[in-house]
């Protein structure tokens, strides 16, 4: 009640319009009776005061009016849903009433309906439309004695937003599908062309459509995710459920913490994602994107095939499967599928090979029972000649329910966690195959769970450890706020990673002997070593001169330690005695990327399919860092010799000293008083005004690649007919149409031209000159595993060796260092 009287006067003094309102009627404000109406300027509030209703207009200089709802006491105004989305106001003569006892309407100045909420059934008295806490506006009998009977509810018609606590999916007896719906633009909330929406054809899954073509599946719920959505698990922010009855089939979810505020959203990319909203930096936080990779591209390997983000290409066939048209298979378009190497033919002794790690096929065309066992379905699809593969439809508690898919099986996809098993039928020659390489590998089998099992019962003494060690609630949420403090300098102990004695990297570098000296980083020398055990290390000593002080040392061990991906450096440890502070990371016996591409001879052995393997490599390590690792990492000095190569000469990127971790919710973008980096690769904005985002590593990336492809440095780039380096060089003749002339010599035999022509354009999209223009780096992904068509690079930033020299002075003048010989620069100002 006070809290109520409070608000009231609060109203009073923020509005002259809801003076008028709250004085003349002396009513509650979430509500519009049915005698009352709300003009353009007047708002209604819900009670506890999470959600506002009113006009708006989505951009400060449209003249075009809406009726909304967005959040009131935060974000100053994220807008949860539109009325009227399709038929927006010219000008303030908005009214919204309710009309005919039973519809509640928005009239334009001409008394025209403009929108109408769709009630139906005979018109009731008393009638009152209330905007509820959650940011549900409903239209319901003041005096009905069920207070959550609706006529109407906002709900059931959501935008692009889903809110907790709605139901979003069908109403399988009146057939009321709630599905969400794309803004055409950020500032236009007409109806844009992605939709994602509930199909309840076989097992019920979402589809993600642009226009009518399916672009993502989320898969079937599997008791405990979606099959296609790995990444949703239960997590410390909000409970989610999936209802799937005769009468009904949607998902739902709850904020755990009322403190907590998270939405999803179906962005006008057609990108699903989830934020939270962070009060403390009063921002959302990009919590988590349904669609993570490439291989969430709906039917990218076509009927029978099988994607793995790990392999190149990502798309391969089922066991028993070859690619249907081999010929295309060769020049990246799967579509066509695989095909089986025996056909069905329904006789005796076909069976079913088990799949693993599996999001589960398309279930478009598939038939379930809840309560039937693996073993009876597995019987029941034998039985019918139609029916190509069978799964349990509830993977909890030992598995339970059966799904049969009848015809081809697409959209399958591979992941390393948290996919499911799938049996899928062959003819008897080939299960015979696969049946007998499985019996030569029982022989191993054998053998190792023995000495499993010693490892397993030290990892699990170390997991109790770990656990005794965790502090519930604030450690859960961790992940997604690493960082809360490291600029404070006080001592953080619980790194979770080995700590190294000095005497073994002593051993194993031998005391430092500039025999097993690797080359001198940014900040400091990097040595070999070998462990006792053989194990090949690379030591890196940070220098005691160096500015990295303990605070950064810290932040390069707790981000790197954080990190898991095959495109990154792996960090074994950290060793720290006295004033000495050393990383130990993997071996990695190919050196860097520099050591291949800029030397005449080497160069010549790195061929074009082994570039493009390393560019693709280096955009997923780039990407894990900006956007899946969940740390959200800027790398900030990205370049050739910050690639490091393995055995087999996949790229991982190393030296995160200087990497900043991100809450992700500062929108990643800041501003910085320490310049770090390498002319040569850093874009403009931060070169010159230490401004940097994921744009200015996107920046980077693009010189890498024009690096990559040519064989030449960008900053040491000459050129008889002109001064410009090597990104201005590659935009000339971009504009000539003679791209080709960049790719070094020593690879045009290997070279795929198409692959690399685009190549080059991504990365002339990247350097462009405003980071806007750049795409991110799931974009770039995209582009390059794909044939979407590119949009025209505009010019790039510094390409002309004078910018160079412009920036030095500038620099010079914020006291600025330079560095000319490609080792980082560091450099501070104002201190
Ligand atoms: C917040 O909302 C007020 C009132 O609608 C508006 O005048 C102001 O510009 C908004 N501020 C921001 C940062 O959007
Ligand atoms: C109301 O129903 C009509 C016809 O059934 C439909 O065209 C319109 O889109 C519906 N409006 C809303 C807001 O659902
Ligand atoms: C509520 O009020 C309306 C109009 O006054 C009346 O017709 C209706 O019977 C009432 N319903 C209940 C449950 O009291
Ligand atoms: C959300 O909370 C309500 C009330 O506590 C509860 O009845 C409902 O089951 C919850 N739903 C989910 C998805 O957790
Ligand atoms: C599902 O399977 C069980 C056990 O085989 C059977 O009793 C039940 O009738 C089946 N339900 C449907 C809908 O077919
Ligand atoms: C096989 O299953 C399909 C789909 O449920 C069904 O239409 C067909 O009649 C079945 N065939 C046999 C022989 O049972
Ligand atoms: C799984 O097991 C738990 C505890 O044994 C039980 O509460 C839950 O209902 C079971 N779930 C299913 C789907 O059987």
Redesign the pocket.
């Known amino acids: 009640m006070m809290k109520f009287i409070l608000r009231s006067i609060l109203l009073l003094f923020v509005s002259r319009a809801c003076l008028i309102f709250v004085a003349s009627t002396a009513l509650p404000v979430d509500m519009i009776l049915q005698t009352q109406s709300i003009r353009d300027g007047e708002t209604i509030v819900s009670s506890g005061g999470n959600f506002e209703l009113g006009f708006f207009s989505p951009a400060s200089n449209s003249p075009k009016r809406y009726l909304g709802i967005w959040y009131k006491e935060i974000s100053n105004g994220t807008v949860v849903w539109v009325a009227n989305r399709d038929s927006p106001l010219f000008d303030s003569s908005g009214v919204v009433k309710i009309v005919d006892q039973r519809t509640l309407v928005v009239l334009n100045g001409d008394d025209q309906a403009v929108?109408?909420?769709?009630s139906s059934g005979p018109g009731l008295g008393n009638l009152i439309a209330q905007l509820l806490d959650s940011g549900n506006l409903v239209l319901r009998q003041k005096n009905d004695s069920d207070p959550e009977n609706y006529l109407w509810q906002s709900f059931d018609?959501p935008g692009d937003t889903f809110l907790p606590g709605m139901k979003y999916g069908i109403d399988l007896v009146t057939g009321m599908n709630r599905y969400l719906t794309s803004w055409k633009s950020p500032n236009d909330p007409s109806t844009g062309e992605y939709t994602n929406r509930m199909d309840s054809n076989g097992v019920p899954q979402l589809y993600m459509r642009k226009d009518s073509e399916i672009q993502f599946r989320s898969g079937p719920w599997n008791g405990l995710r979606f099959s296609g959505m790995p990444n949703l698990k239960p997590n410390p922010i909000y409970e989610f459920q999936f209802v799937f009855t005769d009468q009904e089939v949607y998902y739902t979810y709850n904020l755990t913490d009322s403190s907590v505020v998270s939405r999803m959203v179906l962005n006008t990319n057609g990108e699903l994602q989830r934020f939270t909203w962070i009060s403390h930096t009063q921002g959302w936080n990009l919590y988590l994107t349904a669609q993570t990779d490439n291989c969430d591209r709906y039917n990218l390997c076509g009927p029978h095939g099988i994607c793995d983000i790990n392999n190149s290409p990502a798309c391969g066939c089922l066991k028993g499967f070859v690619p249907k048209f081999v010929q295309y298979w060769a020049i990246s378009d799967w579509s066509g599928g695989c095909t089986r190497k025996k056909p069905l033919d329904c006789r005796e002794g076909e069976g079913f090979l088990k799949y693993s790690g599996i999001k589960v096929p398309d279930t478009q065309n598939s038939w379930y029972n809840k309560t039937m066992n693996l073993k009876e379905c597995s019987k029941v699809c034998l039985k019918n000649c139609s029916c190509t593969a069978y799964a349990n439809m509830d993977i909890r508690n030992g598995s339970s329910g059966c799904v049969l898919w009848f015809g081809d099986l697409i959209d399958i996809r591979y992941y390393s966690e948290n996919g499911q098993d799938v049996y899928i039928r062959l003819a008897a020659s080939e299960l015979e195959a696969y049946r007998s390489s499985k019996g030569k590998k029982r022989m191993k089998l054998i053998v190792i769970p023995v000495m499993c099992a010693g490892v397993l019962a030290l990892c699990f003494i170390f997991f109790i450890l770990k656990m005794r060690s965790k502090q519930p609630m604030k450690e859960a949420i961790t992940p997604q706020n690493p960082e809360e403090d490291d600029t404070d300098g006080s001592e953080k102990t619980d790194l979770e990673l080995p700590l190294f004695d000095v005497g073994t990297i002593m051993a194993a570098t031998n005391n430092f002997s500039s025999e097993s000296k690797l080359g001198q980083g940014g900040f400091g020398p990097v040595y070999k070593g070998i462990l006792t055990d053989g194990q090949e290390i690379a030591v890196k000593r940070l220098s005691k001169r160096s500015r990295q002080g303990l605070g950064e040392f810290k932040n390069e061990v707790l981000c790197i330690s954080k990190l898991q991906h095959r495109n990154l450096v792996k960090l074994l440890g950290c060793c720290i005695h006295e004033a000495e502070r050393m990383l130990i990371y993997e071996y990695m016996p190919n050196k860097s990327l520099d050591f291949f591409i800029f030397d005449q001879r080497r160069r010549a052995t790195l061929e074009w399919p082994k570039r493009f393997w390393i560019i693709n490599g280096i955009a997923r390590g780039l990407l894990y860092l900006h956007q899946d690792s969940r740390l959200r990492i800027i790398h900030r000095d990205l370049k050739a010799s910050n690639i490091l190569l393995d055995r087999d000469m996949n790229p991982k990127i190393s030296d995160f000293g200087m990497a900043r971790s991100f809450r992700g919710d500062e929108s990643t973008e800041g501003n910085t008083n320490r310049v770090v980096g390498t002319y040569g690769y850093m874009s403009p904005e931060y070169a010159i005004d230490g401004l940097f985002s994921v744009k200015s590593d996107v920046f980077s990336f693009g010189v890498l690649v024009l690096e990559i492809v040519s064989g030449k440095r960008n900053r040491k780039f000459s050129h008889p007919d002109h001064k410009m380096n090597l990104l201005g060089h590659a935009w000339r003749l971009s504009m000539d149409m003679k791209l080709h002339e960049l790719i070094d010599e020593s690879i045009r035999e290997s070279c795929n031209e198409a692959e690399m022509l685009r190549s080059v354009h991504v990365a002339l999209l990247c350097v462009q000159q405003s980071p806007d223009d750049r795409p991110n780096m799931s974009k770039v992904v995209l582009m390059l595993s794909s044939d979407i068509s590119l949009p025209q690079p505009k010019e790039p930033g510094f390409f002309n060796e004078r910018d160079l020299l412009d920036m030095e002075y500038s620099t010079s003048k914020n006291n600025i260092s330079i560095s000319t010989n490609g080792i980082t620069v560091t450099a501070l100002e104002g201190r």
């Open positions: 929108w109408s909420s769709n018609y």
